[in-house]
């Protein structure tokens, strides 16, 4: 050291005087003064210090970059959500037939008793009076405003509706739609997203006096709170305080692990300082009302004050209350332990801590602060998840796969209004799980140890007019087993299929029908050959009935006068009309077609008798309404499509020869518990009583029962046990007993009086004779008594008895 | 034979001043509708569905109020909601296919105006409710349809099925068009 430092000195000497040096030079010289030890460390140093600043540099860029590709781009999932049908209310309605009080309590209407002031939301019950202030319902198109009404009641029918105040009469009102399942993405989350607009101020007030009152000032981080968690921490020996900021809750929620590091910590803390860098507070508030967990409802995760302020109050967050904004913000802290639907007490006492919060923070005066402490926790009752509805919602998902990818159906919150009519939705459930076990209950050797094996059904409501799918049960339990055996299963279909060749005799071809509903049918031993060899059909009972009539062959579901029908018009003939109706599995052109062989859904045996039902319109299956987006815009909407497939005369006469069926044959069970009004229907057995069916429909309602095992095996019972209690069950519920109008009977039907045993016109002095329909121009021509004479007598004494008119008149 | 007798017994039985004045009662009847004096009976008022408002049972009524609403909406289009509404609450409501018909037809979707136009037909008939004062709607939307159609054969059956409707109800018809107005 000391001979480098001589070195130096002379060095400098020989350069001239020591005056003339500059400042730099100086500065060199004297680093060259130090130990080289020293300059390797100063060096290793810098080096540390840059490569540790570039690395923590990079660190923070990378993170800026997570910050910024989230907030830019699609920061929260919002499932799409599906609606039921909206119930519509009138004058003259039974308002058990809307389950008006259900569909209330369900939407989170809160039963009130201050009459003064009722809020939307809210309703009084009291006898022959029912006050709703009806939300207002936000559709692009179909928007409803919040209105208050009245419902007078005479017993259970509403007898009038009036606006309250003023008294103006409404002709009907539309009550918003239930919510019926959400399509959620891997997190099953459920929010509502809100702008700040939408969120009351003593909600933020609520929320920033338990969270973080100095969130309008601190820069992402508060060491003052974290400084007083810690000492609080201390005193208490073990984690009792923390000392985040909204904005670092965010961070956590949005990019981080929940885990308890110390690297995490860090983490939070630079990305909290890096959000408030970027974003202005209200962007960060927005966000954290978006953002923040509030529990979990069954699989279903709760986030956001909107999705929130739904679950628990029913309502929209700006028509919250102080004391429910405080309840709000009371269980961010522990949304599942603080649920006010687990333990009322422990909430109660937070959201007082938090109202007291507010208040001594000078966010609310004494006042206000007494009156909401004083007031008790009132819950909505929204319904659970969906539940029975499941079967309907994977349907609507399927068809929805077609025209929206997975990623958009769970996470661009679309609505989608579905046609579904969760009354009846509730009541097929029912009838179909009830039957079921009432079943296995009368029939014991019915009953599997392995649900996964027991008996199953399915139970699938239209309405025939438009093809709307009212309700759709898809099996016993969803739980069980998710495989849908109305839109998914295909099996044989029995004697439901034998309507189609009826149709396709009674359908005129070049001006003629095949048959009339006068005519017999032969139902004697039949061979028909095959590929397969010789094919002799059967009757259920294994006898044979001979001579016929139609009605009687079909009334009594007899198996080989159909197939000899069909075997003599063609059994293409037959395939087409069933084509038509809207079955479009594949039909084999087999002769045991016309029995029901081939395997068909029974979502396209509703829409086949729907077409019946609707006078020979056959309609498109609907499943929804419309979609909206995000947004409030209209994505989507499907307008009813009406095809005219049969005419309405040979329409109407199937529908005549099914009312039979219900009223004489096979499926008069259906008047057992004294249902009315008009009923068409057929019941349908399969071979070794595996597939029970059956079909029905009202002038307003088309409903298929399946009942069977997923793998083939006898039931042992016909469909009339087995399925035509259900559909009964159903149908005088869904109906409330009373079937309404009539089938429709076009003008090129009529009427004419003929003689059964012949199949003759009926004139007078027939000894029997009822009346029958006929296409115009169809009757027989044939009549009974068939003489000459007796026809001519029977013409003079017409006229005589014009003349003694006349004479008498004039 | 019958007419014959008729007439005779009628000759017999009626003086022949009382028939002369049958006669001169039913000439002046004839030339009072021949020069609009007297009623047209081939015209008639079409009908209003607001006239049918009130009629049937409640779940109608409800239906066709819905229509008069959908009626009662600006632009046309907004109407189609209430229509398929009155459709869902009462599907065998003659009205609710007629207005969604009119719509269809004249500003629409024609094949779907056609099956409906059919379907409230078919309703009104089996509901013993077609009179002839919807004839005209009826026949009027029918020539429409056509006038819609692709071949001169068919526009030439339309224009003649809409002259009828004029000749029919020339207040409605008139401009060739069937207005929400003129149907509520």
Redesign the interface.
């Known amino acids: 050291m000391a001979k480098a430092r001589t070195r130096k000195t002379s060095t400098r000497r020989n350069t001239g005087s020591r005056k003339k040096t500059s400042p730099a030079r100086r500065r060199r010289s004297s680093r060259k003064g130090l130990p080289p030890w020293l300059r390797f460390l100063g060096l290793a140093l810098a080096l540390v210090a840059f490569v540790g600043g570039f690395v923590a540099a990079s660190y923070v860029v990378r993170l800026d970059r997570v910050v910024v590709a989230k907030f830019a781009g699609k920061p929260f999932r919002v499932p799409s959500r599906v609606f039921s049908a909206p119930t519509i209310v009138y004058p003259g309605l039974d308002q058990h037939l809307v389950d008006l009080r259900g569909t209330l309590v369900r939407l989170g209407y809160r039963e009130s008793s201050d009459t003064k002031n009722l809020a939307p939301g809210r309703f009084v019950w009291s006898s022959g009076r029912v006050r709703v202030h009806l939300r207002a319902f936000e559709h692009p198109t179909r928007r409803e405003p919040a209105r208050d009404v009245v419902f007078r009641l005479s017993g259970n029918i509403i007898e009038e509706i009036r606006e309250f105040p003023g008294g103006r009469e409404v002709g009907a009102v539309q009550i918003e739609p239930e919510q019926i399942g959400a399509y959620y993405g891997p997190n099953r989350e459920q929010r509502d997203l809100v702008t700040l607009d939408e969120v009351p101020d003593h909600l933020i007030d609520a929320v920033l006096a338990v969270e973080d009152q100095r969130f309008q000032s601190h820069p992402g981080i508060d060491l003052r709170r974290i400084g007083g968690a810690m000492l609080a921490n201390l005193r208490a020996g073990r984690v009792a305080q923390g000392g985040s900021t909204l904005t670092q809750q965010l961070v956590k929620n949005f990019f981080l692990t929940p885990e308890r590091t110390l690297k995490r910590k860090m983490q939070e803390a630079v990305m909290a300082l890096l959000v408030e860098v970027r974003y202005d507070k209200a962007a960060i508030l927005t966000a954290y009302l978006n953002e923040i967990y509030f529990g979990q409802r069954g699989p279903t995760a709760i986030h956001g004050v909107g999705e929130a302020t739904r679950l628990y109050f029913g309502k929209k967050p700006r028509e919250l209350q102080v004391e429910e904004s405080a309840l709000l913000a009371a269980i961010i802290q522990s949304p599942n332990g603080l649920s006010p639907h687990r333990g009322s007490e422990r909430a109660l006492k937070r959201r007082n801590l938090v109202l007291e919060l507010m208040h001594e923070q000078g966010r609310i005066d004494a006042a206000t602060l007494e009156r909401s402490r004083a007031i008790g926790l009132h819950l909505a009752s929204i319904s659970p998840d969906p539940g029975d509805a499941r079967y309907f919602l994977d349907l609507l998902r399927r068809q929805l796969a077609e025209g929206y990818d997975s990623e958009v159906l769970t996470s661009d919150g679309l609505q989608i209004y579905s046609t579904l009519d969760r009354r009846l939705q509730r009541i097929a459930a029912n009838s179909l799980r009830g039957g079921i076990e009432q079943l296995e209950k009368r029939y014991p050797k019915l009953k599997r140890d392995d649900p996964a094996k027991a008996v199953q059904g399915c139970l699938v409501a239209m309405r025939p007019q438009t093809g709307e799918l009212l309700a759709l049960v898809g099996g016993r339990s969803y739980g069980v087993s998710q495989f849908d055996r109305c839109t998914q299963a295909r099996r044989p279909t029995g004697s439901v299929f034998k309507p189609f060749v009826y149709i396709a005799a009674l359908e005129p071809v070049r001006g003629r029908p095949a048959i009339t509903l006068a005519d017999f049918l032969d139902d004697s031993p039949l061979e028909i050959s095959t590929s397969q060899g010789a094919w002799r059909p059967e009757n259920y009972d294994r006898k044979f009935n001979g001579r016929v009539h139609v009605r009687e062959a079909i009334e009594r579901s007899l198996n080989v006068a159909t197939a000899r029908l069909a075997n003599d018009i063609g059994i293409a003939r037959v395939a087409d009309v069933a084509r038509r109706l809207g079955i479009e599995s594949r039909l084999p052109l087999v002769p045991s077609l016309s029995l029901g062989t081939a395997d068909v859904s029974p979502i396209e045996i509703a829409r086949a008798y729907a077409t019946i039902a609707s006078g020979g319109i056959r309609p498109e299956t609907q499943t929804i309404e419309d979609l909206v987006d995000a947004s409030g815009q209209t994505l989507e909407r499907r307008r009813l499509h009406f095809e005219r497939v049969l005419a309405p005369g040979t329409a109407f006469l199937a529908t005549s020869l099914l009312a039979g069926v219900a009223d004489r044959g096979t499926a008069k069970g259906v008047r057992g518990t004294g249902l009315r009004g008009p009923i068409a229907a057929k019941t349908g057995t399969t071979d070794g009583e595996r597939d029970l069916w059956f079909v029905g429909f009202t002038p307003e309602l088309v409903a298929v029962v399946w009942i069977g095992f997923d793998e083939p095996e006898s039931v042992g019972v016909p469909s009339s046990v087995g399925a035509l209690p259900i559909w009964r069950k159903f149908v005088k519920e869904a109906t409330g007993g009373r079937i309404r109008g009539a089938f429709m009977r076009p003008k090129d039907v009529e009427s004419v009086e003929i003689e059964p045993s012949t199949g003759a016109r009926a004139l007078p002095g027939c000894p029997t004779h009822h009346p029958e329909y006929f296409l115009a121009g169809t009757a027989p021509e044939q009549t009974c008594p068939d003489r000459p004479e007796r026809r001519r007598r029977h013409r003079e004494e017409t006229e005589r008895g014009f003349m003694k008119w006349l004479r008498r008149n004039f | ?2 007419a014959a ?2 007439l005779s ?2 000759r017999r ?2 003086p022949s001043i009382a028939r002369l004045a049958l006669l001169a009662l039913l000439a002046g009847f004839a030339v009072a509708c021949a020069t609009g004096v007297g009623p047209r009976l081939s015209r008639t008022q079409p009908l209003r569905i607001s006239e049918v408002a009130g009629h049937g ?3 109608r ?2 239906s066709t ?2 229509v008069l ?1 959908g009626l009662e909406s600006s632009p046309p289009e ?1 109407g ?2 209430d229509y ?2 009155a ?6 409501n003659p009205y609710a296919y007629l207005a969604l018909a009119a719509f269809e037809v004249q500003w629409g ?1 024609l094949e ?1 105006g056609v ?2 136009l ?2 409230s037909e ?2 009104l ?3 013993g409710l077609k009179s002839p004062r919807v004839e005209p709607h009826l026949i009027g939307l029918r020539g429409r349809s056509m006038l819609r159609g692709y071949d001169d054969v068919e526009r030439r059956a339309g224009e003649s099925w809409l002259d009828e409707a004029r000749r029919m109800a020339p207040e409605v018809w008139g401009d060739g068009w069937l207005g929400v107005a003129e149907l509520r």
């Open positions: 034979m019958v007798q008729f017994e009628t039985r009626v049972d409640a779940t009524r409800a109020r819905l609403n907004q189609l909601f398929e509404r459709i869902q609450i009462d599907p065998t979707d779907q099956e409906l059919a379907q078919l309703l008939e089996s509901e």
